[in-house]
């Protein structure tokens, strides 16, 4: 591996450290309140629309990623 490749590596790691990605399942409301919270704290980067599960299920899933710093 070349020094350059390094550098690359490492700055990829550091980059992908700063953020925590969660796929979150439960139903409408729950997820709003979690969403709500997240986005007051400054964490919230980024959160998909809500997918339902379906079948029967009428809980919904959703992405979120959250800054860890």
Request: net charge positive; hydrophobic share 20%.
């Given at each position: 591996m070349t020094t350059r490749e390094r550098a690359y590596a490492?700055?990829?790691n550091q980059r992908a450290a700063q953020f925590t990605e969660l796929w979150v399942i439960g139903r409408p409301e729950d997820i709003a309140a979690m969403i709500r919270v997240a986005g007051m704290s400054g964490r919230l980067v980024y959160?998909?629309?809500p997918t339902p599960m379906g079948g029967d299920?009428?809980?919904h899933r959703r992405y979120l990623r959250l800054r860890t710093t």
């Open positions: 490492k700055a990829n959160v998909s629309s299920d009428t809980r």
